[in-house]
T-cell receptor, first 113, second 111 residues
């Protein structure tokens, strides 16, 4: 059973426009959510996180929104740049899980110049 | 530089052989994790350790073993019992928050 889902395998966006990556989860015990960026043959790089007590967290061009009632989070990248082209993973954890992260399948973002 | 190192970057193994993947961190993190990534899939947890001399199975531990004799090191052994070992293996560590930081990965190919 997939507890964290990224239903869009890929997304293509024009440079300078907004990229919106979505993630849904099923476990109401999740209380911390993260986004990672990954290039091929490299380890994931931490981008941004959000605690369940917040509904928005912003860091430069990256903003994560959390809708707990819908069990949905999204990552907004504004403006998108060609260097943002990568695979983006959302992940979730619950304190009861002792720090274990559950990952979505990933969304491949392509930003076209 | 603080960080997580994994070696080797690429590893080839013959069927039936055990192989050990190295993971070292100098971040003074207590917790360490091993994940596996297959094409088109997310990361799946193999084993994790929250403290020295203690480790727990993740979701796909069968065919793998680990040790945690030092805080800095968390090696993963892929045994011959692992039926489909070809994958990209990622090690991570975690400090005081829930954020895990990843190493560069090891690509294991079984010939």
């Amino acid at each position: 059973d997939q507890q964290v889902k990224q239903n869009s395998p890929s997304l293509s966006v024009q440079e300078g426009r907004i990229s919106i990556l979505n993630c849904d989860y099923t476990n109401s015990m999740f209380d911390y959510f993260l986004w990672y960026k990954k290039y091929p043959a490299e380890g994931p790089t931490f981008l941004i996180s959000i605690s369940s007590i917040k509904d928005k967290n912003e860091d430069g061009r990256f903003t994560v929104f959390l809708n707990k009632s819908a069990k949905h989070l999204s990552l907004h990248i504004v403006p998108s740049q060609p260097g943002d082209s990568a695979v983006y993973f959302c992940a979730a954890s619950a304190w009861s899980n002792t720090g274990k992260l559950i990952f979505g399948q990933g969304t491949t973002l392509q930003v076209k110049p | 530089d603080g960080g997580i190192t994994q070696s080797p970057k690429y590893l080839f193994r013959k069927e039936g052989q055990n192989v050990t993947l190295s993971c070292e961190q100098n971040l003074n993190h207590d917790a360490m994790y091993w994940y596996r990534q297959d094409p088109g899939q997310g990361l799946r947890l193999i084993y994790y350790s929250q403290i020295v001399n203690d480790f727990q199975k993740g979701d796909i531990a069968e065919g793998y073993s680990v040790s945690r004799e030092k805080k800095e090191s968390f090696p993963l052994t892929v045994t011959s019992a692992q039926k489909n070992p070809t994958a990209f293996y990622l090690c991570a560590s975690r400090g005081g928050s829930d954020t895990q930081y990843f190493g560069p990965g090891t690509r294991l190919t079984v010939l």
